[in-house]
C-alpha cells in the first residue's frame, strides 16, 4: 500500500509554495507576483470565485487564461472524471478505437459543420502546430501569414506566427512566416500573389489588446486565400466555445467557414488539457493518406479518456445551462456598464470586445495634474497604469484581472462565463472606486505608481 498522502503533503509543505517556485521553477513569476502584490494564498474555488485562508471571496476575472468557462470544479465535470476514473477503462492502448473520442469528435463538429473531422492533441499551441502542420502539407507549400500582435502558443510553430517580438527573442529561426495587419486585404493579396502561401491563421478576437477583426474583414479574407489555393486558420483557442456570445467566434460574421479550426482551454473543464483542431475530410485525407502514414501526425496523450469525458460533460453542460446565450448577454450588459463611464472618466479611453471577452483601454487625460501623473509612467514604462488599476481590483476590491498585454494600457477580462449581473455589479462598482481614486489623486494609488516606476527604472 502506497505511503503517499496528498492532504498530508500539502499541509506540511503547502506554506512553502513561492519559496517552492522561486527554486525550482520559473524564478522570475514569485518574483514579478511579489513586485505586483499579487503573492496572495488560495486555498479553494469554486464556480467564479477564489477563497483564502481567512474565508475572504475573491471574484475571478480572469479564468485562467480562459480555461475554466464553466468555473472551477463545476460539478457535472468534476463527476465525469470520478465516472471514467472509476470505469477502469483500458485507455491509450494505441492499437484500438475507444468510443469516447469519436463522440466528443461528433459532438464538436456539429457545432461547425462545414467540417468533417478533429485531431486530439492536449493544448492550444498543439492545436495550432497541428493546423499549421495540416496546411502545410495539404497545399504542398511552405508559408503561413499571421497578424500583426498576434498570439497563437509558445512551442517553435506556433512561436514562428506570433506577431510580438518579446516572445519571439532568443529563439530564432522560426518557420518561413510572414505579418500582415489585421484588417489589411491588400498586404493580404500581395502575399497570397508570391505562391507560396499554406494558410493565413486568425483570431477573430485578438487575445493582446482584445481587438475583434473588422467588420466583413474574415469573409473577404477566405474568400482571397480560396482563389489563391490557401487555407483559412481559424485560431478559438481562446474566443471558442461560447466566449464571445456565439459557439465560435467566427460565427459572428455570415458566411465565414475555416478550413481549420484550433480549439482547447474551456474544452477542459479546467481540469484535464485538451486541444482540438477540426478541419476539412480533404485536409485529413491529405495528411492521412495512407496507412503508412497512419501516425504521421500523432500525440501520446491525445484523446485520453479524461480528456475526452471532460470535453463531452463539458459540451452537454454548455447546452444544458445555456452558456452562450449567458455570455451573450451577460457580456452585452458588462460592456455597455463600463463604455458608459467613458464620459465620466479621462483616463478611460475605450471599451470594446465580444461577450465575455472585453477590453478597457486608458489613454492619455486631458487634465493637467492628471497628465503629469500620467507622463510619469508613460516616461518610465507604457502599461504601468492599467498594472495601478489591476493592483487595487485585487487587493481592496478582491478581483483578480490581468494587463492585457506587455507595454499596453488595456485590461482585459475573460471571466468564467457562468457570472451574471451579481458578478457585473461588483466588478463595476469596484471598477468605479478604482476610477474615482485615480482621478481623485487618491494617494494609495499613485504611491503603488511611484513604486512601479522606480521598479521599471531599476529593470532597464
Not at 495550432?128 to 497563437?152: N, S
Not at 518561413?176 to 505562391?195: C, F, I, K, Q, Y
Not at 500525440?299 to 469525458?309: C, D, I, K
Request: include cysteine; charged fraction near 20%; proline fraction near 4%.
Amino acid at each position: 500500500m502506497s505511503g503517499f498522502d496528498l492532504a498530508g503533503l500539502l499541509a506540511e509543505r503547502g506554506g512553502e509554495r513561492y519559496d517552492l517556485h522561486a527554486r525550482h521553477l520559473n524564478h522570475q513569476l514569485p518574483r514579478m507576483l511579489h513586485a505586483i502584490g499579487f503573492d496572495k494564498v488560495y486555498e479553494r474555488g469554486e464556480g467564479a470565485y477564489f477563497w483564502d485562508a481567512d474565508g475572504q471571496d475573491y471574484l475571478d476575472m480572469l479564468a485562467g487564461f480562459g480555461v475554466m468557462g464553466l468555473g472551477r470544479h463545476h460539478p457535472v465535470v468534476r463527476q465525469a472524471l470520478h465516472d471514467v476514473l472509476d470505469a477502469g477503462l483500458p485507455d491509450l492502448t494505441r492499437f484500438d478505437c475507444q468510443p469516447l473520442p469519436g463522440l466528443l469528435a461528433e459532438k464538436l463538429l456539429a457545432y461547425a459543420p462545414h467540417l468533417d473531422r478533429v485531431f486530439f492533441g492536449n493544448s492550444g499551441t498543439e492545436a495550432v502546430e497541428t493546423a499549421l502542420k495540416f496546411a502545410r502539407c495539404a497545399t504542398g507549400r511552405p508559408r503561413i501569414l499571421y497578424c500583426t500582435h498576434a498570439f497563437h502558443g509558445l512551442t517553435t510553430g506556433s512561436l514562428s506566427v506570433n506577431g510580438e517580438d518579446g516572445f519571439r527573442d532568443g529563439f530564432a529561426p522560426l518557420l518561413p512566416d510572414t505579418a500582415v495587419e489585421m484588417g489589411d486585404l491588400a498586404a493580404l493579396e500581395r502575399e497570397l500573389a508570391r505562391g507560396d502561401v499554406a494558410g493565413f491563421v486568425v483570431e477573430p478576437v485578438q487575445g493582446k489588446g482584445v481587438h475583434p477583426t473588422p467588420p466583413g474583414f474574415l469573409r473577404a479574407a477566405q474568400e482571397l486565400l480560396h482563389r489563391h489555393q490557401a487555407l483559412l486558420i481559424a485560431d478559438e483557442v481562446q474566443t471558442g466555445l461560447g466566449r464571445t456570445g456565439d459557439f465560435f467566434a467566427y460565427q459572428h460574421e455570415e458566411g465565414v467557414e475555416p478550413d481549420l479550426v484550433c480549439v482547447a482551454k474551456a474544452l477542459s473543464g479546467g481540469y484535464v488539457p485538451v486541444g482540438a483542431t477540426l478541419g476539412k475530410d480533404w485536409i485529413f485525407k491529405k495528411v492521412y493518406s495512407s496507412m503508412d502514414r497512419v501516425l504521421v501526425h500523432s500525440a501520446s496523450f491525445g484523446s485520453n479518456a479524461q480528456a475526452m469525458a471532460a470535453g463531452l460533460a463539458v459540451l452537454t453542460v454548455m447546452e444544458d445551462e445555456k452558456i452562450v446565450a449567458n455570455a451573450r448577454r451577460t457580456g452585452d450588459l458588462l460592456r455597455a456598464r463600463l463604455a458608459a463611464l467613458t464620459g465620466t472618466y479621462e483616463l478611460l479611453h475605450e471599451v470594446r470586445g465580444r461577450g465575455l471577452m472585453i477590453g478597457i483601454e486608458f489613454g492619455r487625460p486631458k487634465s493637467l495634474a492628471l497628465r503629469g501623473r500620467w507622463r510619469m509612467l508613460q516616461t518610465a514604462r507604457k502599461g504601468l497604469f492599467a498594472q495601478l488599476v489591476v493592483a487595487p481590483l485585487l487587493q481592496r476590491h478582491r478581483i483578480l484581472t490581468q494587463v492585457s498585454g506587455d507595454r499596453l494600457e488595456v485590461i482585459k477580462l475573460i471571466p468564467p462565463l457562468i457570472i451574471g449581473e451579481a458578478e457585473v455589479d461588483r466588478f463595476v462598482e469596484a471598477f468605479t472606486a478604482v476610477m474615482d481614486d485615480a482621478h481623485n489623486g487618491g494617494g494609495l494609488m499613485w504611491d503603488f505608481g511611484r513604486t512601479l516606476v522606480m521598479q521599471a527604472v531599476a529593470n532597464r
